[in-house]
């Protein structure tokens, strides 16, 4: 078994700290080989998929870490209902497709991870950061990725490097910011809001890691 990745804790803005005290981003540092989704973790997800039943995606919502994420975003301005939270996504996708279909190992970890957590979780190439990442709002006229990429809302969440904002929070990555299966170094990172246990989001990186680099 794989040991148990040091988890490290994102810097936050000072604007962010005393809007949202609660609002953190948690990351782990992992090396990965070259390699496709295994039997063992296909089998997973469909075993996953055969627990994850139609009453269960229905009240899926009012489950405490669903709606923590629900709550965190009518306070940033989003309606849950127009853009789905991360679990609420990953519970509409399982019912649009009838099964958590396998995506490649990295996608698959992180679908695992979520699933079983309701955590949400995105993954970097760490290649194509610079320095630590955080959480900031976006500067004026700034850039996802600090280039002519997609323009940012003035004061919108992102999470950053030192250079530039590699995501928009629960949104789209920076192009080639995303880990993907030619991945070696990746960056683990779980967002948490305010009513997600710490626990839990230890949780969902560690059960991600050990999808990634388990043997």
């Known amino acids: 078994m794989a040991p148990e990745p040091e988890i ?3 810097w936050l803005s000072s604007e ?8 953190a981003l948690r990351y782990a540092d992992l090396e990965l080989r070259a390699r496709s989704s295994r ?11 055969d627990r994850f039943t139609g009453a269960k995606a229905i009240n899926l919502r009012q489950e405490p870490i669903p709606w923590a994420y629900r709550v965190f975003f009518r306070q940033v301005g989003i309606d849950p209902d127009d853009q789905r939270t ?17 995506q490649g190992l990295v996608d698959d970890a992180l679908l695992i991870a ?7 979780l995105v993954a ?18 700034e850039q996802l990725g600090g280039k002519q990429e997609r323009p940012l809302s ?25 880990a993907h299966s030619g991945t070696r170094k990746l960056v683990l990172a779980a967002i948490q809001v305010k009513g997600v246990p710490e626990l839990s989001v230890e949780e969902a990186i560690w059960t991600a890691s050990e999808v990634l680099v388990g043997d």
Do not use: N, Y
Not at 128 to 138: E, F, M, N, S, V
């Open 114 to 120: 979520m699933v079983e957590t309701w955590v949400a």
């Open 86 to 102: 991360p679990p609420e996504a990953i519970a509409l996708e399982r019912m649009r497709a009838g099964a958590f279909r396998s």
């Open 8 to 10: 490290k804790h994102g």
């Open 154 to 178: 003035t004061g919108q969440i992102v999470i950053a490097d030192a250079e530039r904002p590699v995501s928009i929070l629960f949104g789209d990555v920076a192009g080639g910011c995303a």
């Open 124 to 141: 970097f190439d760490a290649e194509r950061l610079d320095g630590p990442i955080g959480l900031r709002l976006a500067a004026r006229d």
């Open 16 to 23: 962010l700290q005393t809007e949202f005290p609660k609002l």
């Open 39 to 49: 039997a063992a973790i296909k089998g997973r997800l469909r075993t996953l998929s």
